[in-house]
């Protein structure tokens, strides 16, 4: 909805004061378009709550009615940042302003980046304006109305009650309710800019402005920009508004994900100043080089996206973050793992962040939020304002480079009765076209960028759009048949994944939200992103007519925990370096890619030859020496007694061009003669030794036999002889791994025969065992609506198993043998992450999952004298393993956990 302005817009003067006391975000809020003259007004303000919307009729504008609460500007109140709790719809901020008898001669302008939804303010009781709107900032001209060298209360009244045609968006995880980004003052001259964008051509060396007055102006002004120490003015003829004038920047310094490079600039029209920035950079569409498959290009080069989705969400302050290095970190957090870009979903984000992005070298997908509502004239009213806004503001930050109007076909569909009587919701052919009418106004507004129309889901197809996306959530085991698939639906003339009347054309085809979380029945809860994950990546870089992917999610929020991180931004351990040595969760990322297919774990039979599948996929234009690479790869692992084996390093050479896509003929590696788990390592180098890419394939080898004078006596985790837990005990997957929670034992009893063995040792995979929500019992899902806030426990899901973080969950067993204890073992915690490959091969292709990616630690306990002698007379022993800290106890076999062996007694006969 538009400003509603009771004054004349005019304009206004801030000075960037220090502030007596410390003040949340104290930044400008625009460094795109900032005036050096400002007054940041975050921090406290007076507040009160109006449940029974009496303030107008007591008269709470004039400033003058005491507020019995304090809420902390800028965040949503509810928030625990704000201070204040979620008490109503409507609620009242006040704060006593000073502006200085300086500032006579300048307009003085009150300005909030954003605050949800419907805003009036009052300067002493008199009326400045009113918006309506969620996302974008709004200014009320108070000049006329200053008593400078006075106090004077501000007062904002704001009304958040829920109108079906809002954007509300996944507010569910956290209402960003009333005002939350800055509030702040501003100086601005009597001839002033309300906005200057800036067009890059790097084609021709050039850049276009285009931008507007506050008003039109008066007399013929000159427009002054300073940029890479040049001056250059444009005239701006008396009586108009609007402004456009092209300029040379020969040999520009491009704006890249590598090498961000942005122009600064100074713009003066008669007394205004403004400081902005842009960057010299082009967004389009080229084919990958040697093939007809179109992607998005980056200054005229094919670019492979590889995004996060980012809910961009705070556990304490909602839609608001708490510091501006937090918002960097955001973006810094995204380049440390090798992703070029992520996609701010279904909110309008930060300016500042959006600066981290544009500062740092982050591409950004810029989704409009959505309505939850039908499409009405009213929701598509507050849709088209929205879209108008947001690019306005946001059209000179190089790091977007797409504008999605709409995703998963929300808020676009209408009840309508069905034959029967009964009422169906449908997207209809009218909101088909309505939808085609955004992405032309947004193609209007912005010609550099491009638009996706809907970010399609569950059936419903694009209309009118430059990028052709999908989204799918799977199991990794689901991925080649479904990739498969789709290449043979992806060309022009298609109409796959399109509305009737509508056809693919030479779109990019793009996965733009993908994972494993939707993929299982009821999704998958808190689990280890990485296994499934690297199945997806594995499968999509041997699929090239795919020009990028987008994967859900950045963060953890308050009912989805499929992020890389946590949702307080603390890590999540994959655990990868410790499977290959030298791989890091980059090396997902890399632009060069060794892909051994979907299977990344197979079965093997001892000491023969396996099959290790090779694609190599770059995504560069780099020139390596001699036009080659060198693929090195070894075995390495552990056998079912314990020991680690790592037999030496092999490789071949491989030819190399820039931007290749190809399958090379497969290794055949000789498997070891032993049974165990065992992982071909890959390293592909350039001839000069530069590691490229890592990856690596497991095989879960059998067949073998042990070595002379060695024998093994072994137990199911689940043949026990006692088990008494004060909590719960259970097995999972008849078996294959035993649970103990609480304080309790397990119990063993090792049989057969010992008599030739002079040595032996105790072998298990232990763990330390958390009860999580789904194994208590009387916590099953209900049907929730997520999106508008349902809350769950991370573990509630019947498929999770939370993946290992920083949160530790410790163990101490104490392992008695025959009664007499031996050793006092500490579990660090119950894990679950990439190195439970075993957890994760033994789940069956059923879209559950059963303590996927859980595993142990190895314990190897010696045998003393006495022990071997019982054993050798008895012909059995008996080991308890007792836990009284509380910190229950996993028992893993053969095939689960991290490592190949039952618990076990080896013996030697040397």
């Known amino acids: 909805m538009k400003s509603i302005y009771v004054l004349v817009v005019a304009l206004f003067l801030g000075l960037n004061s220090a502030m007596g006391q410390s003040i949340p975000l104290p930044e400008h809020p625009r460094p795109d378009f900032e005036r050096e003259n400002w007054q940041n007004l975050n921090g406290i303000w007076e507040f009160e709550f109006d449940s029974l919307n009496v303030g107008l009729s007591q008269n709470w504008t004039s400033g003058t009615a005491d507020f019995s609460k304090e809420i902390n500007v800028p965040f949503p109140w509810g928030s625990k940042l704000s201070g204040v709790a979620d008490e109503a719809d409507i609620a009242w901020y006040k704060k006593s302003i000073t502006v200085s008898e300086n500032w006579k001669g300048k307009r003085t302008f009150f300005t909030i980046g954003a605050s949800d939804w419907e805003t009036t303010v009052w300067i002493d009781g008199k009326l400045l304006g009113k918006h309506e709107g969620g996302y974008t900032p709004f200014s009320f001209d108070l000049t006329e109305h200053l008593t400078y060298g006075k106090a004077q209360n501000i007062v904002v009244r704001v009304d958040d009650a829920r109108r079906m045609f809002t954007l509300y968006g996944k507010q569910g995880y956290g209402n960003a309710r009333g005002i939350w980004q800055t509030a702040y003052l501003e100086a601005r001259g009597s001839t002033y800019l309300d906005y200057l964008h800036f067009i890059p051509d790097i084609d021709k060396g050039q850049f276009t402005i285009k931008g507007e007055l506050g008003a039109a102006s008066i007399k013929s002004e000159t427009l002054e920009l300073s940029v890479a120490g040049k001056t250059l003015k444009t005239e701006i003829e008396a ?48 084919n990958l080089p040697g093939t007809d498959i179109p992607y998005v290009a980056l200054n005229n080069k094919p670019l492979y996206l590889q995004l996060t989705l980012d809910q961009s969400y705070h556990p304490e302050g909602f839609y608001t973050f708490p510091s501006d290095e937090f918002m960097k970190n955001e973006i810094q957090l995204c380049k440390d793992i090798g992703l070029n870009g992520l996609r701010t979903h279904i909110k309008i984000d930060i300016p500042r962040k959006l600066y981290w992005a544009d500062k740092l070298g982050l591409l950004v997908m810029a989704d409009l939020p959505n309505s939850w509502g039908e499409p009405d004239a009213d929701a598509q009213k507050e849709s088209e304002y929205t879209l108008r806004e947001m690019i306005k503001r946001d059209f000179n930050h190089p790091s977007i480079f797409s504008w999605i109007t709409f995703n998963e076909t929300w808020g676009l569909k209408t009840e309508v009765k069905n034959k029967n009587g009964d009422i169906d919701r449908k997207y209809l052919p009218k909101t088909q076209y309505w939808v085609a009418s955004m992405y032309y106004l947004a193609k209007s507004l912005d010609e550099t960028r491009l638009v996706e129309d809907n970010s399609i889901c569950c059936g419903a197809g694009h209309t009118e759009t430059d990028i052709n996306s999908w989204h799918a959530y799977l199991p990794g085991y689901e991925w080649e048949a479904f990739m498969t698939n789709l290449d043979k639906n992806t060309f022009a003339g298609s109409t796959a994944d399109f509305e009737d009347g509508f056809a693919q054309g030479n779109q990019p085809m793009i996965n ?3 994972g494993n979380v939707w993929g299982y029945d009821g999704s998958t809860g808190d689990i280890d992103w990485s296994y499934d994950y690297h199945r997806m990546m594995n499968v999509f870089r041997q699929h090239p007519k795919m020009a990028g992917w987008l994967y859900t ?68 234009d780099e020139e390596l020496p001699q ?213 994760w091969h033994s789940q069956k292709e059923d879209r559950l999952l059963h303590e996927a990616g859980s595993y142990g630690y190895m314990v190897k306990i010696p045998l003393n004298k006495t022990q071997l002698k019982t054993l050798k007379k008895e012909g059995q022993l008996s080991v308890k393993l007792t836990v009284k800290n509380g910190g229950g106890l996993a028992v893993y076999g053969k095939d689960f956990g991290r490592y190949p062996f039952n618990p076990s007694i080896v013996l030697s006969e040397k």
């Not at 520009?252 to 942005?262: F, G, Q, R």
């Not at 949702?567 to 060069?592: C, N, P, V």
């Not at 078996?735 to 304080?743: R, Y």
Request: charged letters at 25%; aromatic letters at 10%.
């Open 239 to 286: 009586g108009q508004k609007r402004f456009e004038a092209t300029f040379d920047l020969a040999n520009a310094h491009l704006w890249s994900i590598e090498d961000p490079y942005l122009y600064e600039v100074t713009a003066t029209v008669a007394d205004d100043k403004v400081k902005s920035y842009f960057g010299m950079r082009k967004i389009s569409v080229t």
């Open 627 to 839: 036009s080659k690479v060198t693929l090195e790869y070894r075995v390495t692992g552990i056998d079912v007694l314990g020991k680690m084996h790592e037999l030496p390093a092999q490789s071949k050479t491989l030819d190399y061009t820039p931007w290749m896509q190809k399958r090379e003929a497969p290794l055949s590696v000789k498997m070891p003669e032993m049974d165990g788990l065992y992982t071909v390592t890959l390293i592909l180098k350039d001839m000069n030794g530069r590691a490229l890419h890592h990856n690596f394939m497991n095989f879960k080898v059998s067949g073998g036999a042990n070595p002379a004078g060695v024998s093994v006596l072994e137990v199911s985790p689940k043949d026990l002889k006692n088990a008494d837990w004060s909590v719960k005990s259970w097995e999972v997957m008849d078996g294959l791994k035993m649970n103990g929670t609480g304080n309790g034992s397990f119990e063993y009893v090792f049989t057969g025969d010992a008599k030739k063995a002079k040595s032996g040792y105790l072998l298990m995979e232990l763990g330390a065992k958390e009860l999580f929500a789904k194994d208590r019992g009387g916590v099953d899902l209900i049907d929730m609506d997520y999106m508008l806030g349902a809350i769950a426990e991370p573990s509630q899901n019947k498929n999770s198993y939370p993946m290992t973080d920083e949160t530790k969950f410790p163990s101490k067993v104490m392992v008695s043998i025959n009664g007499f204890n031996v050793k006092n073992v500490s579990l660090e915690d119950d894990p679950a992450d990439h190195r439970g490959i075993l957890s």
């Open 512 to 514: 733009s939200e993908c």
């Open 553 to 620: 999610e950045h963060h953890d929020v308050i009912n989805e925990w499929n992020g890389y991180w946590r949702f307080d931004r603390t890590m999540k351990y994959t655990g990868l370096s410790e499977i290959a040595k030298g791989m890091e969760d980059e090396d997902f990322h890399s632009l060069f890619y060794v892909s051994t297919g979907q299977d990344i774990t197979q079965t093997g039979k001892a000491g023969t030859m396996a099959t290790v599948p090779i694609y190599i996929s770059c995504h560069t």
